[in-house]
């Protein structure tokens, strides 16, 4: 059977060595640098940040996407075949609706926002999940300095021990120099194992739990001794771009 990849803005997700949010955690100040998370799709965003997500399909089915950690605003998602983005904002309603999950239409796009205040690593994925392990995958890296030398609970540490995932360092679990990018995994596996799926779900659920257990209080502080960038009323336009899967 072929591996079919497919791809936002011609990157395919891969799975790496070492759990994005141990790489967040243990990398210090390098963990603004998308580098150092290897070929998981990573987006930097800034603590506060309104994030906007356009997501462009240009494949000739609909896709639903899924984010995790947040609700996000749906402002706009027209039909089937409308094409791209038009790069302009325009009569978006003042209430819009709020959902974790939006199918964006076949050769059509969708227009996302939502406020960076929820620090974490969080998955950006078609909820399709043989789409998930074709790649169909980006990861939003949210206020990193919020992360750095964020603590684990002992049975995560002793649950990726047990499995032999190393828990710090870069993408391939290099401690000494994070932008060494010797071991990163760049070729994605050869069959379909349903494994990738396994370890996004194990991460998933792990965020989820410290998501829950934060009062709506803490939500607005960050942990890290770094100053946020002072870049509160920006708007970040985060063009994704679907593409159709090819055989590799
Ligand atoms: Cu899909």
Same mark, same amino acid.
């Given at each position: 059977m072929p591996w079919y990849s497919a791809y936002f803005n011609n990157v395919t997700y891969i799975n790496q060595k070492v759990p994005t949010l141990y790489t967040a955690a243990t990398t210090g100040e390098f963990?603004? #640098?998308? !580098?150092?998370?290897?070929?998981?799709n990573p987006f930097i965003v800034n603590y506060g940040d309104l994030v906007q997500i356009v997501v462009n399909? !240009?494949?000739a089915a609909a896709h639903p996407f899924h984010l995790h950690g947040h609700h996000f605003q749906v402002l706009d998602r027209p039909r089937s075949? &409308?094409?791209?983005?038009?790069h302009r904002d325009v009569n978006?309603?003042?209430?819009p609706v709020k959902r974790d999950t939006v199918t964006v239409m076949a050769n059509s796009f969708a227009v996302l926002r939502f406020r960076a205040d929820n620090p974490g690593t969080w998955l950006f994925h078609c909820h399709i999940e043989w789409h998930v392990e074709m790649g169909l995958t980006a990861t939003i890296i949210e206020a990193p300095e919020c992360l750095e030398g964020l603590t684990f609970p002992a049975d995560h540490i002793a649950a990726c021990q047990k499995a032999g995932i190393?828990?710090?360092?870069?993408?391939?679990? #290099? &401690?000494? #120099?994070?932008?060494? &990018?010797?071991?990163?995994?760049t070729v994605p596996p050869t069959?379909? &194992?349903?494994l990738v799926l396994l370890c996004l779900l194990s991460l998933s659920l792990s965020q989820t739990g410290t998501n829950q257990s934060r009062s709506p209080q803490s939500q607005?502080?960050?942990?890290?001794?770094r100053p946020p960038p002072a870049s509160c009323s920006k708007v970040n336009v985060v063009n994704w771009m679907i593409r159709t899967w090819t055989t590799r």
């Open positions: 963990n603004t #640098n998308p !580098i150092v998370y290897g070929e998981v399909n !240009i494949d075949g &409308t094409g791209n983005w038009p978006y309603a003042s209430t190393p828990y710090q360092g870069n993408a391939a679990g #290099n &401690t000494q #120099n994070p932008l060494d &990018t010797t071991g990163f995994i069959d379909y &194992t349903g607005l502080c960050c942990p890290s001794q």
